[in-house]
């Protein structure tokens, strides 16, 4: 059953804490991306992957961090430096759908601060 | 802000009756797509439209792009309850990066 997962569905975080939201995908594809959505809005970009071991910042880096060591995980890390985390995050890949480019997307990870 | 707009912010209609969500945009594209996110969910593909296109169909969804007004329209025929979700459209910009910029998202309900 190919797709992209995310992990885990509810993550709670405590003022200063670090935490890290998974995302896995066993479509081959090269690129990927981390969005942050919140309450009536789109997507904005956080950060992206193209290849592996290597990543850019998107819109709203501050206060995030990413890695790329295997070209199907690329974990986020939400840092204590990020002030407002509570959102909705989705991780998406790239690949082809009938001959167009197009981003699949992970069921997302809802953060809550406690 | 980099994002798109997308009018109305919510539709409501009843089954049966067609549903127009329009987008606007910033800077020049290669390609337009829209996807749908049903309440508490990932996003799903629905189609995309080329810059060099002008209208583009895929079963009941029907796409329509002005490059000169920099918009795009999704009309969904016939509309089902089970249509009920929020829609996107977003940009895929010069370059190969792969980066979309999402609209704000039209929420459509449709009542049975």
Known sequence: DGGITQSPKYLFRKEGQNVTLSCE?????????????????????IYYSQIVNDFQKGDIAEGYSVSREKKESFPLTVTSAQKNPTAFYLCA????????????????TRLLVL | SQQGEEDPQALSIQEGENATMN???????????WYRQNSGRGLVH????????????SGRLRVTLDTSKKSSSLLITASRAADTASYFCASSGSGNT????????TTLQVKP
Not at chain 1, 93 to 108: A, C, K, M, N, V
Request: glycine share 14%; with cysteine; net charge positive.
């Open chain 1, 25 to 45: 995908q066993n479509l081959n594809h090269d690129a990927m991306y981390w969005y942050r959505q919140d309450p009536g809005q789109g997507l904005r970009l």
């Open chain 2, 23 to 33: 987008c606007s945009y910033k800077t020049s594209i290669n390609n337009l797509q």
């Open chain 2, 46 to 57: 629905l189609i995309l439209i080329r810059s060099n296109e002008r209208e583009k169909h």
């Open chain 2, 98 to 105: 792969g980066k979309l910029i999402f609209g704000q998202g």
């Open chain 1, 93 to 108: 890949s790239i690949g082809d759908r009938l001959g167009e480019e197009t981003q699949y997307f992970g069921p997302g």
